[in-house]
């Protein structure tokens, strides 16, 4: 059983950084794209990036510059650098993976961007 654990998320004043990780164990095929989305409250789940096992990357556009993809495949791992973050920013970020024709979600970890 495929599982997801996200780490990283914390209160963090605007202007400053964070980095989250998230760790996939149990598939027994490759990953094909891992993302980041996140939710903050009263709002839909949005896609804030991803990136293919070739290295591709999907930024969107009110984080692009300022938020960074990257993984390292050997651990089946996604990483997401957030600079120059902002009050908007908050909200509960989530890991997926593709495997095969499935999607897989973390738990989610909260970032709260806040003076």
């Known amino acids: 059983q495929v599982q997801l654990v996200e780490s990283g998320g914390g209160l963090v004043q605007p202007g400053g950084s964070l980095r989250l990780s998230c760790a996939a164990s149990?598939?027994?095929?490759?990953?094909?794209?891992m993302g980041w989305y996140r939710q903050a409250p009263g709002k839909q789940r949005e896609l804030v990036a991803a990136?293919?096992?070739?290295?591709?990357?999907n930024i969107a556009d009110s984080v692009k510059g300022r938020f960074t993809i990257s993984r390292d495949n050997a651990k089946n791992m996604v990483y997401l650098q957030m600079n120059s973050l902002k009050p908007e920013d908050t909200a509960v970020y989530y890991c997926?993976?593709?495997?095969?024709?499935?999607?897989?979600w973390g738990q989610g970890t909260q970032v709260t961007v806040s003076s």
């Open positions: 149990g598939n027994r095929f490759s990953i094909r794209t």
């Open positions: 997926k993976v593709d495997i095969l024709w499935n999607q897989y």
């Open positions: 990136i293919t096992s070739g290295g591709s990357t």
